[in-house]
């Protein structure tokens, strides 16, 4: 008997400012000032997401940009193993369970994602393991560090040295070498 074979992924959801004013005075300052400091941008863009945004609406949104972008082979292949296993509206966070052979479809899929319901969305790709528990250890020591140092006040350098490994990750952070030789 085979063992499938999974790969989960740990993606966030964030929400860029509306360049589309509106002709409010107020509107135009905020989107004027969201990109003046870091601290401004990353706080404007890591944010909760709304309480319509579920499991089901992701999985609905997903199953659908893959369907447009890679037609019935891509929505059978990627579709078959596919099932989002956590998300939480409080960290706009969540972890994607799919099969190891389909993973970059999904990642893919996540990325081409612009929308969600009536909110512009950037979806990223933050993390891809082959075990759920080390998207979990991945994702609470990303927030514990960022939160200490948030939490402190005292370490300007290393704000700034934070701030800058989140927008210097890459979408897409390969399987590590141990997870990769796990045939």
């Known amino acids: 008997m085979v063992r499938l074979k999974q790969r989960y992924i740990l993606f966030d959801i964030l929400y860029p400012p509306s360049s589309d004013t509106g002709g409010s005075q107020e509107n135009l300052e905020d989107f004027v000032n969201f990109s003046k400091s870091r601290q401004n941008t990353l706080l404007t863009l890591h944010r909760t997401s709304p309480s319509n945004i579920s499991q089901k609406t992701l999985t609905q949104a997903i199953r659908t940009v893959i369907q447009d972008h890679y037609g019935d082979f891509g929505a059978g292949t990627a579709g078959m ?91 897409i952070i390969g399987v590590t070498d141990d997870e990769a030789n796990m045939d």
């Open 81 to 171: 193993q596919f099932a989002i296993k956590y998300f939480s509206n409080k960290t706009s966070t969540g972890i994607i369970r799919c099969g190891r052979s389909s993973f970059q479809i999904v990642v893919a899929a996540l990325a081409l994602m612009n929308k969600l319901g009536d909110e512009d969305v950037i979806v990223r790709c933050i993390h891809v393991s082959g075990t759920i528990k080390k998207c979990e250890e991945y994702s609470i020591k990303r927030n514990r560090d960022l939160m200490s140092v948030l939490k402190s006040g005292s370490g300007k350098a290393n704000l700034n040295s934070i701030i800058s490994n989140f927008e210097n990750e890459d979408d």
